[in-house]
């Protein structure tokens, strides 16, 4: 099992940058694929992004690639959201979330495939 704690969010003017980070404890953090949702007030959770294993790739949401990116540190047992170009419609209470069961080089887009999740950060972006 692994713990997961988000850190990082605020209120950013839109155009503005943030970073988040994930901080995992527990289990051995290079054994899960690593994702980041979003959930907006009256919305599903969205995927965002994720990473393998070892970080060798990653996937984003359209709505978010060339803006986001992600990346993890294995040493540090921690994966980053580096967000750039923030508009309003990223405003949401961001979740970073574990995935055990992909393999080496598999990443998961639905949510229900992700074990362990954070408490979920706010991000705030205004106009």
């Known amino acids: 099992q692994v713990q997961l704690a988000e850190s990082g969010g605020g209120l950013v003017q839109a155009g503005g940058s943030l970073r988040l980070s994930c901080a995992a404890s527990?289990?051995?953090?290079?054994?899960?694929?690593m994702g980041w949702f979003r959930q907006a007030p009256g919305k599903e959770r969205e995927f965002v992004s994720a990473?393998?294993?070892?970080?060798?790739?990653?996937r984003y949401a359209s709505s978010v690639k060339d803006r986001f990116t992600i990346s993890r540190d294995n040493s540090k047992n921690s994966v980053y959201l580096q967000m750039n170009s923030l508009k309003p419609e990223d405003t949401a209470v961001y979740y970073c979330?574990?995935?055990?069961?992909?393999?080496?080089?598999?990443?998961?887009?639905?949510?229900?495939?992700?074990?362990?999740w954070g408490q979920g950060t706010q991000v705030t972006v205004s106009s």
């Open positions: 990473i393998t294993r070892g970080g060798q790739i990653t």
């Open positions: 979330a574990a995935d055990p069961s992909s393999s080496y080089f598999s990443i998961a887009y639905n949510a229900r495939d992700y074990d362990y």
């Open positions: 527990g289990r051995t953090f290079s054994v899960y694929a």
